[in-house]
């Protein structure tokens, strides 16, 4: 559990800096999006390549690009230039 959190916080912070918008999203928000996320990428890719916490890593940052990109547009949250 706790191996979870943690993979989902780098998952959701990995997200966050390749879409720009980390630096306003805050601890909690990196482990709901590496957490969430990675259950939208690997239900969408399926559960190919290195894995840990249960998680595969690449489409669970895939997934968890696609949530912050998805919830940035519904809320307006802009990323820092």
């Known amino acids: ?7 989902g916080a780098i998952i959701g912070a ?10 306003s999203m805050g601890w909690i928000a990196n ?8 259950a939208i990428g690997q239900g969408i890719l399926g559960s190919w ?9 690449i ?3 895939i997934g ?5 990109l998805i919830v940035s547009a519904i809320f307006g949250v802009r990323g820092n230039k």
């Open 59 to 61: 489409p669970s940052i």
């Open 31 to 38: 482990i709901f999006a590496g957490l969430i996320g990675s």
């Open 14 to 23: 990995i997200a966050g800096a390749i879409t720009n918008r980390g630096e």
């Open 64 to 68: 968890a690009i696609i949530l912050v």
């Open 1 to 7: 559990m706790i191996w979870s959190i943690i993979v």
């Open 49 to 57: 390549g290195p894995s840990l916490a249960g998680m595969a890593i």
